[in-house]
């Protein structure tokens, strides 16, 4: 059992920055993929970054790359999204979640069997 607990969500205006904490339960936090989501209200919860086991390799949607990095403290257990330049419309419950051994699509919502309670994320204009 993996249990994920995100921190650093908040209140900020455009261009802003923030930095969301993820961190993991469980000795094995190296073979975990890490991914973020996010979700707003009446719409599915959709991708937002991921960091694979395998060779830490980075992935990104489209509507962050350039702003948002994913990054991982494997010593510490910890996953990490750094977002720059936000935006009104990155406000969202932004959810990490966590799969271990997976060698799948990472932008698929599915793929993960952890997942942390959520922070919002709120951008004004």
């Known amino acids: 059992q993996v249990q994920l607990v995100e921190s650093g969500g908040g209140l900020v205006q455009a261009g802003d920055s923030l930095r969301l904490s993820c961190a993991a339960s469980g000795r094995a936090f190296s073979s975990y993929t890490m991914g973020w989501f996010r979700q707003t209200p009446g719409k599915e919860r959709e991708f937002v970054a991921a960091?694979?086991?395998?060779?830490?390799?980075?992935t990104y949607a489209d509507s962050v790359k350039g702003r948002f990095t994913i990054s991982r403290d494997n010593a510490r257990s910890t996953a990490y999204l750094q977002m720059n330049s936000l935006k009104p419309e990155d406000t969202a419950v932004y959810y990490c979640?966590?799969?271990?051994?997976?060698?799948?699509?990472?932008?698929?919502?599915?793929?993960?069997?952890?997942w942390g309670q959520g922070t919002q994320v709120t951008v004004s204009s």
């Open positions: 960091s694979s086991q395998i060779g830490g390799s980075t």
């Open positions: 979640a966590a799969v271990v051994a997976y060698l799948g699509d990472v932008t698929n919502l599915k793929a993960y069997n952890y």
